[in-house]
């Protein structure tokens, strides 16, 4: 992109089209800058949402939006498809598959990764959720579990395919376990001849001592009694010592199972390593009030791939309104610095913490609000279709939604990726070596 096109605009790159950057891309309509807006794919995800397209209630089209079709009307908007590799701060350029792309304002926002805790091996066998790619994948593995143990004859391996093991007591894991449970024991309850999948055995493993750390433990407490009710068995205290094909240890414990999902961490994207800036020990990028780089005056960093701090020197949350609110806020700042004048440094609005655990069971937090069940609820369920991009996703979601509770089905319950047997299914969903279906996964 030659810089000589538009000599007279102030070139801002923003590389990540999530909350944060598109929310800032945006709130630049109708101001003097070029905007170029890189990511390596061609959506905005709300990731969220994504358990559920993991777990067959929602498609990935209902929780994903063209990014050109989202600023289609903004005239100062260049989209870009391209996978950044790094920054070249003194020439001010972005490095993204042997193109450079100048700026005089950068923003990187490019999210989170799974984190193992220097366990990367066990990647293959526990992944994470975080792309449409891995929800899909998901779905794939939870979906032919129950497919392959309706023809296996071995009862060992059958047992090992009805156990699901989610690591990581987070939202995050806390939601997947609740929809997993839902899925075995209410929609595909009466699918199968074989066996029943109300038997499944859905594990939620988590190293500290209670569920949901943010929130205050009266709501943890009211989160672990939910998920047992719908029959998940909840392990706190229990750090993971290995992930094998067929296995997960919690020290001398030995869990057998064919599916594991991981849900205990992430860290930041490499952009630490790009601007050659400090970084907390998940990568996340230092930022100044203003979300501005120490030393990089002109280059900015928000969402997940910084660590911004609030006036009790807390860190802010890697939650979507965190995201959004810094998107905002930066927008405004830039448009300031046109007129001359300056702004506050960024506040974050809080308006609560939000975790769901299935079919009308949440928990919600803001300050000393706590409210648990369907109330708790109905606020996540109108707080996540807001969020939402597009109409079209809000009416389907909630369509969705709305058919799944009346009916207890799911209507994306599709085993997609593969051809052929279920043997090659399995191998399509992760299992490697052996082509007997008892071999290794």
């Given amino acids: 992109m030659p810089r000589a096109a538009s000599e007279t605009k102030t070139q801002v790159v923003i590389v990540g089209a999530g909350f944060a950057g598109l929310s800032l891309a945006k709130d630049l309509s109708d101001t003097p800058f070029e905007l170029t807006l890189i990511d390596r794919h061609n959506y905005h995800l709300f990731q969220p949402l994504l358990y559920q397209v993991a777990t067959a209630v929602l498609s990935p089209a209902d929780i994903a939006s063209p990014i050109r079709s989202i600023l289609r009307d903004q005239k100062n908007v260049t989209v870009m498809l391209a996978e950044v590799s790094g920054v070249d701060v003194d020439n001010k350029e972005v490095i993204a598959e042997g193109r450079r792309i100048p700026f005089d304002i950068l923003v990187l926002a490019t999210g989170a990764q799974h984190a193992y805790f220097g366990n990367d091996q066990w990647a293959p066998f526990a992944p994470g959720l975080k792309t449409i790619d891995d929800a899909t994948d998901l779905r794939r593995r939870i979906l032919l579990a129950f497919e392959r143990a309706e023809t296996e004859p071995d009862p060992a391996e059958r047992t090992r395919l009805l156990s699901f093991v989610v690591i990581g007591g987070g939202p995050t894991g806390v939601e997947m376990a609740g929809a997993i449970a ?10 199968f001849r074989s066996i029943d999948p109300r038997s499944a055995r859905i594990f939620l493993i988590e190293a500290g001592p209670r569920l949901l750390t943010p929130f205050d433990p009266t709501l943890s407490g009211n989160a672990k009694h939910a ?17 094998g094909p ?34 907390d020990r998940a990568g996340r990028v230092k930022v100044a009030a203003d979300l501005s780089v120490s030393g990089l005056s002109d280059v900015f960093v ?13 860190p802010f949350p890697g939650v979507a309104p965190v995201a959004k609110q810094q998107g905002q806020y930066l927008a405004t700042l830039l448009k300031a610095r046109v007129r001359g004048k300056t702004v506050p440094p960024f506040r974050y609005g809080d308006f609560g913490a939000l975790a769901t655990i299935g079919r ?12 648990t069940g369907f109330i708790a609820w109905l606020l996540w369920s109108i707080a996540h279709v807001y969020f939402l991009i597009g109409f079209r996703n809000r009416l389907i979601v909630a ?21 052929g047997s279920l043997a090659k299914a399995a191998a399509a969903a992760g299992d490697h070596g052996s082509d007997d279906m008892r071999g290794a996964a």
Avoid at 228 to 240: P, S
Avoid at 302 to 314: Q, S
Avoid at 403 to 416: E, P, V
């Fill in 399 to 419: 369509m969705n939604w709305l058919w799944s509770y009346f009916t207890f089905q799911r209507g994306t319950r599709l085993i997609t990726g593969f051809t």
């Fill in 182 to 191: 839902e899925l075995a024991k209410r929609a595909l309850a009466s699918d």
């Fill in 246 to 279: 067929t296995e997960v240890m919690i020290g001398d414990e030995r869990i057998e199972t064919r599916t594991i999902m991981w849900a205990a961490g992430v860290k930041a994207s490499p952009a630490a390593t790009w601007l050659g800036v400090e970084s």
């Fill in 360 to 371: 009308k069971r949440a928990v919600y937090e803001r300050n000393s609000v706590k409210l």
């Fill in 227 to 243: 998920l047992e009710q719908l029959g998940v068995e909840v392990r706190v205290n229990a750090a993971v010592t290995a992930c």
């Fill in 302 to 314: 928000l969402g997940d791939t910084a660590v911004a701090y609030d006036r009790d020197g807390k």
